[in-house]
T-cell receptor
Framework: KNQVEQSPQSLIILEGKNCTLQ??????????LRWYKQDTGRGPVSLTI?????NTKSNGRYTATLDADTKQSSLHITASQLSDSASYIC???????????FGTGTRLLVSP | DTGVSQDPRHKITKRGQNVTFRCDPI?????LYWYRQTLGQGPEFLTY????????KSRLLSDRFSAERPKGSFSTLEIQRTEQGDSAMYLC?????????????FGDGTRLSIL
């Protein structure tokens, strides 16, 4: 069964601190892995997309890594800001299909 | 680029009624997707259009659900004889065709509440 699991479920950090979110997937055939940010009551917004051959990709203070051998990814947030408070969703795309398989997300709260 | 637009933002209706949602994708995007998201969960794929053709449908899309994209631009999602389990956020996304790693751009969804 195609699954995407994320940890932790929720996280509270102080403003200015760094954090790392984890994603494990059992999706085949794998095409690419995406991280999305979803604010409460809004649609998800794309942060990064990585294909099989990419190990890391950055978007400002967000850096995603991918280990296709172990089927693991992480999202590192540097120097967190209050506006980073949101759900971060790991998403895997299957080769040959248009559907995306979403994780349940990590809810991040950045506290002042 | 005005983004993906969904209407209405909120819909409250009684069980058994029919509802229809509209999605206007980013104008040059030929691919359009519908997802359903319940509280605390990630979105679940419902269906996908390339231009006006509906190419993929999830098993979640029961026969009470129908989606159309008549001219390859906007799309509608209709739910007939609504049930309480249909309460969710319905998200629409669009993307450019071509490479598989094109990002999907999401609208802010229609939140459906069934009384």
């Amino acid at each position: 069964k195609n699954q995407v699991e994320q940890s932790p479920q929720s996280l509270i950090i102080l403003e200015g601190k760094n954090c790392t979110l984890q994603c494990n997937y059992t999706v085949s055939p794998f095409s690419n892995l995406r991280w999305y940010k979803q604010d409460t009551g809004r649609g998800p917004v794309s942060l990064t997309i990585m294909t099989f051959s990419e190990n890391t990709k950055s978007n400002g203070r967000y850096t995603a890594t991918l280990d296709a051998d172990t089927k693991q990814s992480s999202l590192h947030i540097t120097a967190s800001q209050l506006s980073d408070s949101a759900s971060y969703i790991c998403v895997v795309s299957l080769t040959g299909f248009q559907k995306l398989v979403f994780g349940t997300g990590t809810r991040l709260l950045v506290s002042p | 680029d005005t983004g993906v637009s969904q209407d209405p933002r909120h819909k409250i209706t009684k069980r058994g009624q029919n509802v229809t949602f509209r999605c206007d994708p980013i104008s040059e995007h030929n691919r359009l997707y519908w997802y359903r998201q319940t509280l605390g969960q990630g979105p679940e794929f419902l269906t996908y259009f390339q231009n006006e053709a509906q190419l993929e449908k999830s098993r979640l899309l029961s026969d009470r659900f129908s989606a159309e994209r008549p001219k390859g631009s906007f799309s509608t999602l209709e739910i007939q004889r609504t049930e309480q389990g249909d309460s969710a956020m319905y998200l629409c996304a669009s993307s450019l065709g071509g490479k598989s790693n094109q990002p999907q751009h999401f609208g802010d969804g229609t939140r459906l509440s069934i009384l």
